[in-house]
């Protein structure tokens, strides 16, 4: 199974930042990457996927990049309603992995 | 209303079973693939499942192969998620989540788009 290290796990930021969390696949996976969030006691939602395309309705904010075995989300201009955890997830193929997640937080 | 929701859940004996549904509206079941994804308390995601549209795929994680099931009624709009072998660590938040599909460059990308509001499924003495 494919292998996703995701960092940081956890990351402090304040309102109006700009953060970027990191996954690493431990093999190629082209760019068949997404990214999610999830807030507490909700489900995930998705952000981006192919690596760096836009879901319908996610703000601009949101940004990835990324392929072959090193991915990025960045997230500008942090607003309250950004706290919550990031997951990336491969899907490249089977078994799905995600990353382990990043709690990010408000400093 | 494009719309997922889980029901089934509930608190089991280690080694019991429990079947999980997965009603889907606003959308046409049948066109799409379909995923369960877990979370146990206080942790990470964890893909569990996948069924393609027809039934013709089916793929599970190793932590529950050969003890889950999952199935789909595309008449009924319905998925389903048999566990049965529970054990502690089976205990966690299920989801059913849709995977949508992009064509971009002659290639198709995915993205779990839709997702239920979970079901808790307890594994306890």
């Known amino acids: 199974a494919i292998q996703m290290t995701q960092s940081p796990s956890s990351l402090s930021a304040s309102v109006g930042d700009r953060v970027t969390i990191t996954c690493r696949a431990s093999q190629g996976i082209r760019n068949d990457l997404g990214w999610y969030q999830q807030k507490p006691g909700k489900a995930p939602k998705l952000l981006i996927y192919a690596a760096s395309s836009l879901q319908s309705g996610v703000p601009s904010k949101f940004s990835g990049s990324g392929s072959g075995t090193d991915f990025t989300l960045t997230i500008s201009s942090l607003q309250p309603e950004d706290f919550a955890t990031y997951y990336c997830?491969?899907?490249?193929?089977?078994?799905?992995?995600f990353g382990q997640g990043t709690k990010l937080e408000i400093k | 209303e494009v719309q997922l929701v889980e029901s089934g859940g509930g608190l089991v004996q280690p080694g019991g079973s429990l079947r999980l549904s997965c009603a889907a509206s606003g959308f046409t079941f049948s066109s799409y693939r379909m995923n369960w994804v877990r979370q146990a308390p206080g942790k990470g995601l964890e893909w569990v499942s996948y069924?393609?549209?027809?039934?013709?795929?089916?793929y599970y994680a190793d932590s529950v192969k050969g003890r889950f099931t999952i199935s789909r009624d595309n008449a009924k709009n319905s998925l389903y998620l048999q566990m049965n072998s529970l054990r502690d660590e089976d205990t966690a938040v299920y989801y059913c989540?849709?995977?949508?599909?992009?064509?971009?460059?002659?290639?198709?990308?995915?993205?779990?788009?839709?997702w239920g509001q979970g079901t808790t499924v307890t594994v306890s003495s």
């Open positions: 997830l491969q899907d490249y193929n089977y078994p799905y992995t």
């Open positions: 989540a849709r995977l949508a599909p992009w064509l971009a460059n002659n290639y198709y990308y995915y993205g779990m788009d839709v």
């Open positions: 069924i393609s549209s027809s039934s013709g795929a089916i």
